[in-house]
Each structure stands twice: as C-alpha cells, then as structure tokens.
C-alpha cells in the first residue's frame, strides 16, 4: 500500500528530526551544513532525507538570515497601492526579503514591516545605494 511507511517507526523518526532541526536552527539562526552532514550520521540516515525535510519546511533556513528582517504585504489593498513595486524597488537594491499575504494594516498600504515594525512602504522613499 502506498500510504504504509516503507520503514517501521519511520514517522517517529521524521517527529524527531524535524525537532533536531528546530533545535539546531535555534543554536545557529538556520541549519548549517555541517549542522545537517552531523545530524544525519548521529540518526544514522542518509543526508538526502535530511535535506528533504530541512528543505520542505519554509520555516527553516538553509542560508543565513539578513542582518534585518523585511516584509511585504502582499494583501489586497498593498497590492493594489504598489506591493509589487515595493517588492521590485527592493530587488534593485539588493534587499532580502519575504511576503506575508496580509499583516493587518490595510490602512498603511502598502505596507513595509522592518524587524517587527509596521511601516508605510512608498516605494519612491527607498533610499539609494
């Protein structure tokens, strides 16, 4: 049967290095390379299952993260007053950066939030580099 796990216990195993890796991201800000090769051979399975799951969950990092944190609204109202154009001014420039489909501040579109902090997104307001 497809469904059945080809392995006994296999779902146990995958509970358990899906909590590894949250400790280890916790340590490290993300999940080293080294990190991963390390935790493979301690639960004796190979790196590609490892990598499979670090890289199925976005909520693990396999880079570093940028020194801040930049997100989009990518909400209705964002988008209609030029998410897009926030997004593409940040491109430009070279920021990292994530979306969120809408943070809650429909009033401020489009928003920018920097590290925690909601802000209006202008995209004319960019500062060069």
């Known amino acids: 049967m497809a469904t059945t796990p080809d392995r006994p216990g296999c779902h146990a195993l995958d509970a358990s290095l899906i909590e590894r890796l ?3 991201q916790q340590r490290h800000g993300y999940l080293p390379r080294a990190e991963l090769q390390q935790l493979a051979v301690a639960m004796q399975r190979p790196l590609s299952d490892v990598m499979g799951v670090a890289s199925f969950y976005h909520l693990f990092r396999l880079v570093p993260p940028p020194l801040h944190r930049c997100v989009v609204c990518r909400g209705t109202a964002c988008f209609v007053r030029g998410a897009e154009r926030l997004e593409a001014g940040l491109r430009r420039r070279g920021v990292a950066f994530e979306t969120a489909s809408c943070v809650g ?4 579109a489009p928003v920018l939030v920097i590290d925690g902090t909601v802000g209006y997104g202008d995209p004319g307001a960019l500062p060069e580099q």
């Open 105 to 108: 501040a429909c009033g401020q």
């Open 22 to 24: 949250h400790a280890v």
